[in-house]
């Protein structure tokens, strides 16, 4: 007997890397072509030593890190991401408004849980992160397309037009996965006023904050005293520690939001694992300068992709910058097409645009997002010379 699926969890699509991976079944690549993996954004090295170092002393040393801990995380990791979020975004953050999963999906997930349910809507702009269509999907909640344009920055006045009484919240992801734009302070504002003025939640995704090109603060959002009636920020410790593997996010939000999102994570996962809170503690306490190291060496490569992709015949580089680079291909043949072609005939695995859009959307068709971060500035070189050679 098979047991029955829900309709919803059935016309979720599959998870976009897993399938992306599968491409790779019996392709051998030569040793003087391997393969070149851009599909996936996450450190591929282990963390710092010292880090390592403190995640085996815990493990060795302290009882506690292998027993269950406070469902909302560590109070000492909780109460530093108060203290150096609220210097950073000069607001004021409370330790109460802090809570710690596992990973930042987690965190999307529980925030969501709060805020909609079954026949709401959701504004996400196009191309979307995918993860996050695909848990509003799962849940019966509508994901409605904000298209970003040619620049894939959204318009607030565009999105004020697509919102209706059953919406719910708009999510915002800055430094944007897939786009790698970094949206304006001007623009995060505006949504911001859209949402406070029509009663929405603003959920601002910033995983890549840690790799923004810019100085000083993204936005002033904390500094609005009326924030927690709006914003709700989430963040993730997997790319500025290479913490992928330990699952740990935050979410920043009123302290009454989080006593509910606390009944989904001790649903889900009861508390977030100890050792890679220590890991995030000691990170922030310890690491600011090797985090800035990580940042200009992620620039770097940000800047050999740029140059590579200026010279590259019939490519547009639409945008750039955190871990990805999202484009147009010149090719007459549909992106998924292409991305298992450039597979056999490149060596190159990327992700087609159609994994960004909404089903039908002829935009993704013509696209690709590169994961630039996942490889050095010689091995970028290496990606622009395939790809200026392939041919259909």
């Known amino acids: 007997m098979t047991l ?9 699509e599959a998870p976009p890397v897993m399938e992306a991976r599968r491409w790779l079944e019996g392709v051998s690549f030569p040793p003087g072509r391997p393969l070149i993996n851009v599909s996936q ?119 004020a037009a697509l919102v209706t009484e059953r919406t719910r919240a708009i999510v915002l992801v800055t430094p944007n996965n897939p786009g790698g734009v970094e949206y304006p302070a001007a623009t995060v504002r505006a949504f911001y006023d859209l949402a406070r003025g029509r009663g929405l939640a603003l959920i601002l995704d910033e995983t890549y904050r840690d790799f923004d090109a810019r100085t000083g ?28 593997g330990h699952r740990v996010g935050a979410i920043v939000a009123d302290a009454a939001r989080l006593a509910e999102v606390e009944k989904f994570l001790d649903t889900v996962a009861i508390c977030p694992g100890q050792l890679g809170q220590i890991a995030a503690l000691w990170g922030m306490r310890n690491l600011a300068q090797w985090v800035a190291g990580e940042r200009a060496e992620i620039l770097a490569r940000r800047a050999a992709l740029e140059a590579g992709f200026a010279s590259l015949p019939g490519w547009r580089l639409m945008g750039c910058g955190a871990f990805f680079a999202y484009a147009e291909h010149p090719f ?44 050095g500035v010689a091995a970028i070189g290496d990606l622009v010379r395939r790809l200026a050679t392939f041919r259909p």
């Not at 029955?4 to 979720?12: E, G, S, V, W």
């Not at 990973?103 to 702009?125: H, K, R, S, W, Y």
Request: aromatic share 8%; net charge negative.
């Open 217 to 244: 603060a993204p936005h002033g959002l904390f500094a609005d005293p009326g924030w927690r009636d709006t914003l709700v920020h989430l963040y993730s410790f997997s790319k500025a520690y290479r913490l992928t």
């Open 41 to 159: 954004a996450a450190p591929m090295e282990a963390p710092p030593e010292g880090l390592r170092r403190a995640i085996a002393e815990a493990a060795l040393n302290d009882p506690s890190a292998h027993l269950y801990g406070p469902v909302l995380g560590l109070p000492a990791l909780r109460a530093e991401i108060a203290l150096q979020w609220s210097a950073a975004y000069g607001g004021t953050i409370a330790e109460s408004e802090v809570a710690i999963t596992q990973g930042c999906n987690q965190a999307f997930c529980a925030i969501m849980a709060t805020i909609a349910g079954v026949g709401d809507e959701v504004l996400l702009p196009t191309p979307w992160y995918f993860n996050h269509k695909m848990w509003l999907d799962m849940t019966g909640v509508t994901a409605v397309p904000l298209p970003a344009g040619a620049g894939l920055i959204p318009d607030a006045g565009t999105a």
């Open 4 to 12: 029955p699926l829900t309709a919803a969890m059935a016309a979720t």
């Open 332 to 375: 007459d043949m549909p992106s998924p097409d292409l991305a298992r072609r450039l597979v056999r005939d490149a060596g190159v695995l990327l992700l087609p645009g159609t994994m960004f859009r909404p089903e039908g959307d002829p935009a993704g068709a013509r696209e690709v997002r590169i994961a630039f971060a996942n490889i």
